[in-house]
């Protein structure tokens, strides 16, 4: 009987010192987390002070600390988006000076470590549908840059006649090379994820330097227009491009699927992007707006980035990979292109 009480005492023991170990890695985990969103349409809805603390403060509270938001806020048709982004621009700044929420960060280069502030650090990417980015003239890219413009998303319109069909397939157009081009040598990258599979690997093949998929998931397991196939995954890892996962339930899910767990499906995504490109080359971009409206399940309240924490690591991810996923693959990234 001795031995049985023992036996029961060892196991308890053990069974806790395990309970301790867990709660211990999920402490370490939580302590550590940083994240950065490589892509969102939350934060700055429009250039009126009172919304944009309200938003700012929401992405607080889902532990943010980082984020690239799209521009133009406005948006409507322009013949002049320049004009219309560096005037977004210098209203945000006015609003980052002496408010507790965020503060903007032009240049992800300068950081040599993870910021420290607890406010979040906003950095800017162009994404517009509704009108000419480039307007003609490659030379207007270098200001984009001066302004601090991460990644413009290329997309095949009658705007910017980036692409022209030759023998029915779609390649990219004399000025379309020229833009890329010019990207390459100021040091914008390029975004891909508004662009059909031929136009992808058309970019991917031409451009010198690696592209980014900056909301885009895998194809294999969601068949969303805009999802990378395997042949532009393959292509991605030869130029040594980055994807960044979102969180939007019709990027994740396909349409006649049971729609589970937003947190293990994100998971799958990454367990399989990994397989192909490797988990140097994987972060977030959860194109994140209207206070999450749009994404899966369990993928936008204050706890979401814990658990996805949580749930990798049951899947075998270590801290320092998803460290990776969560920040420093898009520094590492943005650092060296």
């Known amino acids: 009987m001795k031995k049985y009480y023992v036996f029961i005492l060892l196991s308890f023991i053990s069974f806790n010192n395990l309970l301790v170990a867990q709660t211990n890695e999920l402490n370490i985990l939580s302590e550590s987390i940083f994240i950065i969103d490589g892509h969102t349409h939350h934060g700055f809805p ?33 013949d002049d988006l320049y004009k219309r982004v560096s005037n977004e621009l210098f209203r945000l700044e006015e609003l980052s000076e002496n ?42 890219i270098r200001k984009y840059g001066e302004l601090g413009v991460q990644y ?23 000025f379309g090379k020229e833009v890329i081009d010019k990207m390459n040598e100021i ?23 690696p592209v980014i998929a900056s909301h885009s998931s895998g194809a294999e397991i969601s068949l969303s227009e805009d999802n990378l196939s395997n042949k532009v995954l393959y292509q991605l890892k030869e130029n040594r491009g980055l994807v960044l996962l979102s969180f939007r339930q019709n990027r994740l899910f396909n349409t006649d699927d049971k729609i589970e767990d937003g947190v293990e499906k994100f998971i799958d995504h990454v367990d399989y992007l990994k397989s192909i490109i490797g988990i140097n080359k994987i972060g977030i971009g959860t194109d994140i707006q209207a206070n999450g409206k749009y994404m899966a399940s369990g993928l936008s309240h204050e706890q979401t980035f814990q658990n996805i924490a949580n749930a990798l690591s049951k899947r075998g991810y270590t801290q320092a990979e998803i460290e990776k996923i969560f920040y420093k693959n898009y520094l590492d990234f943005v650092n060296k292109n």
Do not use: Q, W
Request: glycine fraction near 2%; charged fraction near 25%; include cysteine.
């Open 152 to 174: 413009i998303t290329l997309v095949n319109t009658e705007y910017d006649r980036l692409f022209t069909t030759s023998n029915d397939i779609s390649v990219l157009s004399k």
């Open 187 to 209: 040091g914008i990258s390029i975004d891909i994820s508004h662009m059909s599979e031929e136009d992808m690997l058309e970019v991917i093949t031409y451009s010198k330097s």
């Open 99 to 140: 408010n507790e929420f965020f503060e903007i960060t032009k240049y992800p280069k300068s950081f040599s470590e993870v910021p420290e502030s607890e406010k979040i650090h906003c950095m800017f990417a162009i994404e517009h549908f509704r009108g000419s980015i480039f307007n003609e003239d490659t030379s207007i």
């Open 46 to 78: 429009s250039l009126d002070s009172s919304e944009v603390m309200s938003e700012m403060k929401y992405l607080r509270t889902l532990g943010y600390n980082a984020i690239v938001h799209e521009l133009p806020i406005e948006r409507s048709e322009t």
